[in-house]
């Protein structure tokens, strides 16, 4: 069986800039059984991995252009499905071009709903082309099948694994340091979390914070006034601007309480995959597939303000065995049940399954 992995415009596959999403197709390809059947393609300017073959197309290429680079190479290669990962428009392009091959749009987000019915009618039909759309949760799965009935059928899901034995670090005897790590922004809910870290550092003086920043340069104007409430806790807040996955680890291994306040309903959350996989307890928002991501290893806070989450906070830190039950639990759920073995054989049962049936059905 042959399968064409496409990345997005923009991804390179690089092991030291690599994104979530990134991380993700690395961590399954390592781990699958279907390993040697596998091309991925991405743009040009990483090192060539060694553990999966890597096809490139120039960066910097418009939509058109890049999908004309990788339609040459998918005639060349001519594999049974295409695996496109994330971006709806251009996948949905190329898929219209390969309609023998089994076309599945795997998506790391949640597809939202269309906002009027000329959106939901070109979605619709871009979404159509596909034979399986597949999503990082079963929560995100549930939420497009209601959107989108007519395509429940295809609906699949595949929870993100994470790769423990690159991120643990003993539970026990870590520094007091609370964590947020994730995009700086609204939906995110770093202001409830600057807010709720301020008032713990005010109560608990031997305290401190750890803020990971991701696309700073993109939310910097919403961000900083939030950031620089901070300011006044000098080195016992640590600001660390769109830092690269080595940093992200470090921190995240030395933090005993990690913070997850999204508003949003999160497709899963691997920044709590991450910090239940470094060994810290977590306070988690709950919302979407976070609860399938820590199952019953989290605090979970409402986050329509920052007081629940600021209570939370006041609630580990005052109670020291609690804090490490939460970790420890955390850490041995994610290790069992999130493991990179068991969501690659997932994947790989998956494509078999799509293989054998061969499925066909017009395109428009």
Same mark, same amino acid.
């Given at each position: 069986?042959?399968?064409?992995?496409?990345?997005?415009?923009?991804?390179?596959?690089?092991?030291?800039?690599?994104?979530?999403?990134?991380?993700?197709?690395?961590?399954?390809?390592?781990?699958?059984?279907?390993?040697?059947?596998?091309?991925?393609?991405?743009?040009?300017?990483?090192?060539?991995?060694?553990?999966?073959?890597?096809?490139?197309?120039?960066?910097?290429?418009?939509?058109?252009?890049?999908?004309?680079?990788?339609?040459?190479?998918?005639?060349?290669?001519?594999?049974?499905?295409?695996?496109?990962?994330?971006?709806?428009?251009?996948?949905?392009?190329?898929?219209?071009?390969?309609?023998?091959?089994?076309?599945?749009?795997?998506?790391?987000?949640?597809?939202?709903?269309?906002?009027?019915?000329?959106?939901?009618?070109?979605?619709?039909?871009?979404?159509?082309?596909?034979?399986?759309?597949?999503?990082?949760?079963?929560?995100?799965?549930?939420?497009?099948?209601?959107?989108?009935?007519?395509?429940?059928?295809?609906?699949?899901?595949?929870?993100?694994?994470?790769?423990?034995?690159?991120?643990?670090?003993?539970?026990?005897?870590?520094?007091?340091?609370?964590?947020?790590?994730?995009?700086?922004?609204?939906?995110?809910?770093?202001?409830?979390?600057?807010?709720?870290?301020?008032?713990?550092?005010?109560?608990?003086?031997?305290?401190?914070?750890?803020?990971?920043?991701?696309?700073?340069?993109?939310?910097?104007?919403?961000?900083?006034?939030?950031?620089?409430?901070?300011?006044?806790?000098?080195?016992?807040?640590?600001?660390?601007?769109?830092?690269?996955?080595?940093? %992200?680890?470090? #921190?995240?291994?030395? /933090? $005993?309480? *990690?913070?997850?306040?999204?508003?949003? =309903?999160? &497709? !899963?959350?691997?920044?709590?995959?991450?910090?239940?996989?470094?060994?810290?307890?977590?306070?988690?928002?709950?919302?979407?597939?976070?609860?399938?991501?820590?199952?019953?290893?989290?605090?979970?806070?409402?986050?329509?303000?920052?007081?629940?989450?600021?209570?939370?906070?006041?609630?580990?830190?005052?109670?020291?065995?609690?804090?490490?039950?939460?970790?420890?639990?955390?850490?041995?759920? %994610?290790?069992? #049940?999130?493991?990179? /073995? $068991?969501? *690659?054989?997932?994947?790989?049962?998956? =494509?078999? &399954? !799509?293989?054998?049936?061969?499925?066909?059905?017009?395109?428009?």
């Amino acid at each position: 069986m042959r399968i064409a992995v496409v990345l997005p415009r923009g991804s390179t596959y690089c092991p030291d800039k690599a994104n979530s999403m990134e991380t993700v197709v690395r961590t399954l390809s390592a781990h699958s059984r279907l390993q040697k059947g596998v091309t991925l393609i991405a743009d040009a300017g990483a090192v060539a991995p060694t553990d999966v073959s890597v096809l490139t197309v120039p960066a910097g290429l418009g939509r058109k252009a890049r999908n004309a680079a990788v339609a040459d190479i998918l005639r060349t290669l001519s594999p049974d499905i295409i695996e496109y990962h994330q971006q709806l428009k251009s996948s949905s392009e190329l898929a219209r071009q390969f309609p023998n091959a089994i076309n599945v749009l795997y998506r790391h987000t949640r597809i939202k709903p269309a906002r009027n019915p000329i959106g939901a009618w070109r979605y619709g039909r871009r979404l159509a082309r596909f034979d399986r759309l597949v999503f990082v949760s079963q929560a995100a799965g549930q939420e497009f099948a209601a959107d989108y009935p007519a395509l429940a059928e295809r609906v699949a899901a595949v929870c993100n694994p994470i790769a423990v034995d690159d991120w643990r670090a003993p539970p026990q005897d870590r520094e007091k340091l609370i964590l947020f790590s994730g995009r700086a922004m609204h939906d995110k809910g770093l202001d409830l979390f600057c807010t709720a870290l301020a008032q713990t550092l005010d109560r608990h003086p031997d305290w401190r914070g750890a803020l990971m920043l991701g696309d700073w340069d993109k939310h910097q104007h919403w961000a900083e006034p939030h950031v620089a409430a901070l300011a006044r806790f000098g080195e016992r807040v640590e600001i660390h601007k769109s830092a690269s996955l080595a940093e %992200v680890k470090s #921190v995240t291994r030395r /933090a $005993a309480i *990690a913070v997850v306040p999204s508003r949003v =309903r999160e &497709a !899963l959350g691997l920044s709590a995959l991450e910090a239940h996989a470094a060994g810290a307890a977590l306070i988690s928002s709950g919302r979407g597939g976070l609860r399938e991501a820590s199952g019953d290893h989290a605090l979970y806070v409402e986050v329509e303000d920052a007081a629940p989450l600021a209570a939370a906070l006041e609630r580990l830190v005052s109670h020291p065995a609690e804090r490490l039950a939460l970790a420890a639990g955390g850490q041995d759920y %994610v290790a069992r #049940v999130h493991s990179p /073995a $068991a969501r *690659a054989a997932e994947l790989d049962d998956l =494509r078999q &399954a !799509l293989a054998d049936r061969a499925t066909t059905r017009p395109r428009d």
